[in-house]
C-alpha cells in the first residue's frame, strides 16, 4: 500500500490550498481515510476522516466549517479542501489508511499506510 500526497505550500491566512492523496494497494470504499497533521513538539492529531463503515465524515472541532474531505473512488484519491486558512493550521499534513471503521479518527487507531507529508504553512 502507498499514499503519495501532494498540495501542500505556502498561502496567507484566508486562503486556500486542496491537498490530494493518491492511493495504491488500496481500494479506498473498504478502509477509512483520512488526513492527519502534526507539528514539533506536539502529537500528531486527525483533522478529518471518511468512515469505512458508511462513508460519514469527521472533522476536528478546529477545521469544521473550513476544511472539507472527498473522495474520488474512480482515481483511488482523497482529498482535503481548506478554505480560511489560520497560522495555526501550519503543520505537516499527513493522508493515511488502513482497516477498521476510522470512526474516532485517531492515528494511532485503525491508521497503519501513510504518506510521507506535505508541508502547509500559513503566513503573510
Known amino acids: 500500500v502507498q499514499l503519495q500526497a501532494s498540495g501542500g505550500g505556502l498561502v496567507q491566512p484566508g486562503g486556500s490550498l486542496r491537498l490530494s492523496c493518491e492511493v495504491s494497494?488500496?481500494?479506498?470504499?473498504?478502509?477509512?481515510i483520512g488526513w492527519f497533521r502534526q507539528v514539533p513538539g506536539k502529537e500528531r492529531e486527525g483533522v478529518s476522516c471518511i468512515r469505512s463503515t458508511d462513508g460519514s465524515t469527521y472533522y476536528s472541532d478546529s477545521v469544521k466549517g473550513r476544511f472539507t474531505i472527498f473522495r474520488d473512488d474512480v482515481k483511488n484519491t482523497v482529498y482535503l479542501q481548506m478554505n480560511s486558512l489560520k497560522s495555526e493550521d501550519t503543520a505537516i499534513y499527513y493522508c493515511a489508511t488502513g482497516w477498521g471503521s476510522g470512526d474516532r479518527c485517531l492515528p494511532t487507531y485503525d491508521f497503519y499506510y501513510w504518506g510521507q507529508g506535505t508541508q502547509v504553512t500559513v503566513s503573510s
Open positions: 494497494g488500496f481500494t479506498l470504499d473498504y478502509h477509512p
